[in-house]
């Protein structure tokens, strides 16, 4: 079946440093791709998405491109605040699954100042 | 984007109560709702696919007469969790899919149970 992959957290980080949170998946045919991110108390907010291959989403200064050849969907920003600090969850929706989300474990991003 | 409300988004209960949340599609018409319960530091897991007009379809391992689902209208599925304990305490998380953008769904803020 359809999984998700994401890198173990948490994840520390100063501010203004350079964010990296690998996501690799699994699926059969040709999924969406999301990153959410969760604020603590709160629900999930999508963050950006990409549909298909080599699609890049951006939205706040994180981006993630869409690798098919990696089955990979890395979710990056240039320079992190301690407002970013939340859990972020990697995600793909696919025809196969009737288009129910497949989330990866979620990854803890902590910035200090 | 579309917007997803759920109500109350806190709720604390004693032990035997029931209690609804109310999941709402506040600027479209869902045909297909979906409720997940979030453990501390965990992913969300799937409980049930709700759709309207219809019985819900339960995940695996989830009590459908514990945890009672009703989908009465395009804009509005409620979970019933009844009979709660303290294990049953958790945060539940509900979304919506807009039938124009199968791909995509709009999730609710949550609602934070706890069961005394």
């Known amino acids: 079946g359809d999984s998700v992959t994401q890198m173990e957290g948490p994840v520390t980080l100063s501010e203004e440093a350079f964010l990296t949170i690998n996501c690799t998946y699994t699926a059969t045919g040709y999924p969406s791709l999301f990153w959410y991110v969760q604020y603590p108390g709160e629900g999930l907010q999508l963050l950006l998405k990409?549909?298909?291959?080599?699609d890049k989403g951006s939205n706040k200064g994180f981006e993630a491109t869409y690798r098919k050849e990696t089955t990979s969907f890395h979710l990056e920003k240039g320079s992190v605040q301690v407002s970013d600090s939340a859990v972020y969850f990697c995600a793909l929706s696919a025809s196969g699954g009737s288009y129910i989300p497949t989330f990866g474990r979620g990854t803890s991003l902590i910035v200090h100042p | 984007g579309a917007v997803v409300s759920q109500h109350p988004s806190r709720v604390i209960c004693k032990s035997g109560t029931s209690v609804k949340i109310e999941c709402r599609s506040l600027?479209?018409?869902?045909?297909?709702m979906f409720w997940y319960r979030q453990f501390p530091k965990k992913s969300l897991m799937l409980m049930a696919t709700?759709?309207?007009?219809?019985?819900?379809?339960?995940e695996q391992g989830v009590e459908k007469d514990k945890f009672l689902i009703n989908h009465a209208s395009l804009t509005l599925s409620t979970l019933t969790v009844t009979s709660a304990h303290p294990e049953d305490s958790s945060f539940y998380i509900c979304?919506?899919?807009?039938?124009?953008?199968?791909?995509?769904?709009?999730f609710g803020p949550g609602t934070r149970l706890t069961v005394t």
């Open positions: 600027d479209f018409q869902a045909t297909t």
């Open positions: 979304s919506a899919r807009d039938p124009n953008n199968e791909v995509e769904q709009y």
């Open positions: 990409a549909t298909k291959a080599d």
């Open positions: 709700s759709n309207e007009g219809s019985k819900a379809t339960y």
